[in-house]
């Protein structure tokens, strides 16, 4: 099919209007960030960025930064371990109900994250609470590692049906023994499809908001919760809009990061 | 450690059974047997006058979503949502991919992959959050356009925002493994352009299509965040479903709302696995 020159322009054109769409919402964030303007009337009179110093000393944002993290990275570890355990199972071994289990590894994100979440909610409630373990950031963790299992798996088993198992077996006839070559040869094979796969799960964590709304003790604050209450507060929107453009720049860094590290088809998929 | 490495290396059930023993317990014990409580719990009521959990079948919850116009009003609404959306992505996203695949030069493409899969990382509440102001009386549309302000459009106006790049990178990967050959093949063969893509794209179109589907209906359908972000007075079936968890307390009807969308996706993804969609996955 050979393409006109005018269709080649105006898909070119559609082309940079779709990314306009994309990129104008952003930005606006960025910009608004900085307008000196208490009120926000548009478009903006004066810049400032006295907000940015006030987000700064701003404790709400800045503890509930630090619990999204936490949670991002407890979720992260359990999500590598269970993960890479599933990816070895379903792709070095025969076993009945392998191709159920990896649907079902599918559902706690295919599924609406508030089934998810109040499925979660009332097990833990009627489940570990009379155990003693009532809901705090442990059950944030245990909700978000539930999803992100996926993000891993999906990168590790793609890595291992590549990379195949001829080095481990050489590895084994040349006399090392299992723990060995689980180290210096398993283990760098799929290190970085356990980097570009954790930085996923780290970033779905972080952004989630319905599943935590249901698992979260009292008390436990992520960025998104603090944003969601705060974000129909009016005195509240200058500081608002100073974690809302920290969080479009950080974004740029996951798309960089797995770039250098796994190439571009890294982080293609968010599933 | 390295005699048990070897013993567990001689019996490889026993590894598969050490490798699956932890997962399995995680994803089936907990998060399947979670969600089996919840749609028995959908079969049990709440006394409405101690608030009191009676766990005694019923249906009676079933037959008020059914029989009752409010609730399928809301299924109705929250379907024509997802459906708007998944048009509009798709309208938006056939043209940027077949844009990307088949007529960017390969630098400029590698960029454009970038520029679209950069937004996914970006926040979901800050990208309703710049909508809202975006949206907000005497705001930037508010001043170009004179509208259309918070509300159920405004609600099909963001989330085909939030989920267009979950649209066009499956149809991208789709046309991009489509040879540039089979193009030209057809083209030479006598074939205009219409024919060529009806006969050549739209085969590896559709099952690309369907893919990105997924992901835009089934997010629009249990979206509640942004509903109540810009949709003003509008709700959607997640929003019952909060609403009946929270104020209400009345966590077997908000359970049995809770399956409708389940269902439907199920529906939707046996109705969409024909064409080939879940590979393209």
Sequence with gaps: MTLSPFAKIALRVFMGLGLLFIYVPLMLVLINSFNGDRTFGWPPHDFTTRWWSAAWDNTGARSALLTSVKAGLGATAIALVLGTMVAFAVQRFKFFGRDTLSLLIVLPIALPGIVTGIALDSAWRSVIEPLGIGKGLFSVIVGHATFCVVTIYNNVLARLRRTGVNLEDASADLGASPGQTFRYVTFPMIRSALLAGGLLAFALSFDEIIVTTFTAGPGVTTLPIWIFNNLFRPNQAPIVNVVAAVLVVLSVVPVWLAQRVAGPEAGASRT | ?281
């Design chain 2, 1 to 281: 450690m390295s005699t048990l490495g070897s013993f567990l290396h001689r019996h490889p059930r026993l590894r598969l059974a050490g490798l699956l023993s932890a997962p399995l317990l995680w994803l089936v014990v907990a998060y399947l047997g979670a969600l089996a409580v919840l749609l028995v719990s959908a079969f049990w009521s709440v006394n409405s006058f101690t608030g009191v959990l009676t766990k005694q079948f019923t249906v009676a919850n079933f037959r008020t979503i059914l029989t009752e116009e409010v609730y399928r009003n809301v299924t109705l609404r929250s379907l024509w949502v997802a459906l708007s959306v998944t048009i509009i992505c798709v309208v938006l996203a056939v043209p940027m991919a077949f844009y990307m695949a088949k007529v960017a030069s390969p630098r400029t493409r590698k960029w454009l992959v970038i520029a679209i899969l950069t937004p996914l990382w970006a926040s979901y509440l800050v990208k309703a959050y710049a909508w809202r102001i975006l949206l907000a009386n005497d705001g930037p549309m508010d001043s170009i356009f004179g509208g259309p302000g918070y509300g159920l459009f405004a609600v099909v106006l963001v989330l085909s925002y939030m989920w267009l790049p979950y649209m066009i990178l499956p149809i991208y990967a789709g046309l991009e493994r489509l040879p540039d050959s089979m193009l030209e093949a057809s083209a030479d063969l006598g074939a205009r352009a219409g024919r060529t893509f009806r006969r050549i794209v739209l085969p590896v179109l559709i099952p690309s299509v369907f893919a990105g589907s997924i992901f835009t209906f089934s997010l629009s359908l249990g979206d509640y965040i942004t509903v109540q972000i810009v949709g003003g007075k509008s709700q959607l079936i997640g929003n019952l479903v909060y609403a009946n968890i929270g104020a209400a307390n009345n966590l077997p009807f908000a359970a049995a709302i809770a399956t409708v969308p389940v269902v439907i996706m199920v529906i939707y993804l046996v109705a969409v696995r024909r064409s080939g969609a879940l590979e393209e996955l």
